[in-house]
Every structure is written in structure tokens, then in C-alpha cells.
């Protein structure tokens, strides 16, 4: 039977911060097997005939965008921007839900994961600042001298992507993740921060986040919810990933003690439990990676979808048995509150393991379709609602 997958970075890490004195020589045995016995990700190729979706609802290829992560629709210009991984932030027009050339926008940056457009701005936040570019055309900008709002983010590969949007209190809100699986956590590490779109220095607005990659808010209490990524190894059904709310400033969501949900961490299984810790609204499955989420607002879907928050679940790496791969509906009260979710787009994942797609974010366009990255595939999805079905 084969062993699950053990990345060589996750080997390195789990080194690095055992407490144990672990010789070169046995630690480069070790990956070197992992290396031999280990099979690479089975993948296939493209296929959104394969999505499951409601009755009415339909998928297609929107564009290709490489490495596609962040979405983020400037209503204003007709214009749609894509963050990545990379160096490379990209743009293109849509008119009439039909869309424009896909090209590179802003070049030699670092890990432009987060993207925003707000007032004729486009804000970008990099592994290690949060900058904005004005005079957009869509003509390449490579060249363009960004206005710098802060250049103090912990500069660390390790969940070093940002995600990023804007409060209801006009607020920039940013994810800043933990640099490592499980670890003690200083400064900005760890937490959600909240910054003027000016600029200025940033004020946390919450700790104990691990790896927030998905923020957004109610569109009628307007109160913060947002995804966290769960630790790894700690088995394949724990701990869960989840969905948190957070009203106000100042909350603390438990990790490192807590690696998700109420999963305590063998590294601080020692220290005393947190007293004010604030536990998920909804806890996903473990491993399924929840990433971007989006309120929905618009008008095309059917009624019962209004303010329903759609989640991405980009799928997992490190379980025995792959979960995640699709989307989920999360389901709010007339309170605010989540009740429950239920799995709404289905089949990155195939039925005998191989995976061709895994969804990043999930934005909305002004007709009510949602648009869908997927940074394995390298695309956009458009997801409409026949009105006449």
C-alpha cells in the first residue's frame, strides 16, 4: 500500500521545528526514500463537462489565466483582475458576459496573490507590502511605479500568499498567514489585519488564524466571515478546516494551540487552552483546503441563493484518501448565522482519484454569474443560472 504524500518541505519543517536533533545523514535517507517510494499527484486533463452542478446551473471555460488565483471585478471598467503565485498579475475586459483578451497587467512582483479594485485603484498585496496602481487601461504596466502603503508584511514564503478586501468601514482587510505548519507566532504572523486604503501602519483585527486564504462580509449584518486551512499531519480526519465569523476586533481564533476546530496541536498540547478562543461557525472537512469565499448578491440565481456564501474548497494534499475539489454552499439564517453547507459544484475530483481542477476564489459578475479560478487548470469558470429552466 502506498504511504500517503510527505512533501520534501513538509519533511524539512517538521525538522526544523521538532525539538529533536535529527543527523543529515539519516534525514537525507529519509528523503530519498520518500522521493523513491512516493507516486506523484495523478492529474487529468480539463474537463467542466464533468462539474456536477444544480438543476439549471451550467458551467463553462471562461478564459485561461495562468497559475489563476484572486479575483477581483472592477465594475467600473468592464475590467476583471487575476492575482497569482508568481510574479504576474493579470486583466481583462468583459462586455456583455462575453470576455476580452487576457494579459499580463503588472509584472515582477512578488507572490501578487491578493488583488482589489477600489475607487479607480488597483490594490495588490505581495508576500511582503501592500501596494496600488492607478491609470488603468488594461495596456501593460510592468513598468508602473506603485504607491507603497506598507512594506513590513513578515517576508516568508510559507503561506506567504495574502488575500484581501474591502470592509463595509472602507477598510482594507488582509490575511497574513502563519510561516509554518504549526508554530509559535509574533508580529503580524498569524492574524487578519485591517489598513486604511491610504496607507498607514495596520491594525490586527484578529489572531489565531493560521492560514486565512478567504474573506468576506455578510452583505446585511456586515460582519466578517472568513476561511482558515487546518494543520497538517495531524491524521487524515483532523483537524477540520474552517469557516469562521468574527463580528469585531480583537478576537482570538486559537491556533497555534488549536490546529482547527477544537483539534489540539501535539507541539502545544502542553500549554494551558485559551479562555476567550473562538471556535469555527462551520467546520469543513479536514485537509479540503477552504479558500476564497463570496456572499452571494446578485440577482440571476434563484432565491433561496441570496446571501448564501459560496466557499471554494481547493482539495487536499496530504490525506490518504484525496477530499476537497469543489464547491460548497454555506447556508445563513436571517440572523447572520450559519446553519449548515452542502456541497454545490462537484467533479474536479474524479471517481478513481485523479484530480484536473482545484478551485481557488470565487467572485461575481454585475449579471449575477460567478466567476471560478482554478490555478491547476489555469482558468476561469463563468457559472450561470437558466432563469427559464
Given amino acids: 500500500m502506498a504511504l500517503p504524500p510527505f512533501p520534501l518541505a513538509a519533511l524539512i519543517q517538521a525538522a526544523h521545528y521538532s525539538e529533536m536533533i535529527i543527523p543529515r545523514s539519516f534525514l537525507f535517507v ?111 504596466v510592468e513598468t508602473a511605479t506603485p504607491e507603497i502603503l506598507f512594506d513590513d508584511l513578515p517576508d516568508d514564503r510559507w503561506h506567504g500568499w495574502r488575500y484581501m478586501t474591502l470592509g463595509p468601514d472602507g477598510m482594507l482587510y488582509v490575511s497574513v498567514g502563519a510561516p509554518c505548519n504549526v508554530c509559535e507566532t509574533g508580529g503580524l504572523e498569524g492574524t487578519i489585519i485591517r489598513i486604511n486604503p491610504e496607507g498607514g501602519e495596520p491594525e490586527i483585527f484578529a489572531t489565531g488564524v493560521r492560514n486565512s486564504v478567504g474573506l468576506d462580509f455578510h452583505p446585511h449584518s456586515g460582519e466578517l466571515h472568513f476561511t482558515d486551512n487546518g494543520a497538517d499531519r495531524m491524521g487524515d480526519d483532523s483537524p477540520p478546516d474552517e469557516l469562521n465569523h468574527a463580528p469585531v476586533p480583537g478576537l482570538d481564533f486559537g491556533f497555534p494551540v488549536y490546529g482547527g476546530g477544537a483539534d489540539r496541536t501535539p507541539q502545544f498540547d502542553d500549554q494551558p487552552i485559551p479562555k476567550d478562543a473562538v471556535f469555527p461557525e462551520i467546520r469543513f472537512g479536514a485537509h479540503v483546503a477552504a479558500l476564497g469565499i463570496h456572499f452571494y448578491r446578485g440577482d440571476m440565481f434563484p432565491e433561496q441563493y441570496r446571501s448564501a456564501a459560496f466557499v471554494a474548497q481547493h482539495g487536499s494534499w496530504n490525506r490518504s484518501v484525496p477530499d476537497g475539489y469543489r464547491i460548497v454552499r ?60
Fill in 30 to 140: 529519509l528523503l530519498i526514500a520518500c522521493v523513491i517510494t512516493l507516486p506523484a499527484p495523478a492529474t487529468a486533463e480539463p474537463n467542466p463537462a464533468a462539474i456536477d452542478l444544480p438543476d439549471g446551473f451550467s458551467i463553462e471555460t471562461f478564459v485561461e489565466v495562468p497559475g489563476a488565483r484572486s479575483i477581483s471585478v472592477a465594475r467600473e471598467i468592464g475590467a476583471v483582475f487575476v492575482g497569482t503565485r508568481d510574479d504576474t498579475v493579470y486583466g481583462f475586459h468583459v462586455n456583455g458576459g462575453v470576455p476580452g483578451l487576457v494579459r499580463p497587467v503588472l509584472t515582477n512582483l512578488k507572490v501578487p496573490n491578493g488583488v482589489l479594485w477600489h475607487d479607480g485603484w488597483l490594490y495588490v498585496a505581495e508576500q511582503h507590502r501592500i501596494v496600488r496602481y492607478t491609470a488603468f487601461n488594461l495596456e501593460v
Fill in 330 to 389: 454555506v447556508d445563513f439564517d436571517a440572523k447572520g448565522k450559519a446553519t449548515s453547507y452542502k456541497t454545490f459544484a462537484d467533479g474536479w475530483l474524479m471517481s478513481h482519484g485523479q484530480v484536473w481542477g482545484r478551485p481557488v476564489d470565487i467572485k461575481e459578475l454585475p449579471d449575477g454569474s460567478l466567476l471560478v479560478s482554478d490555478d491547476n487548470a489555469d482558468v476561469i469558470y463563468r457559472i450561470t443560472f437558466d432563469k427559464d429552466w
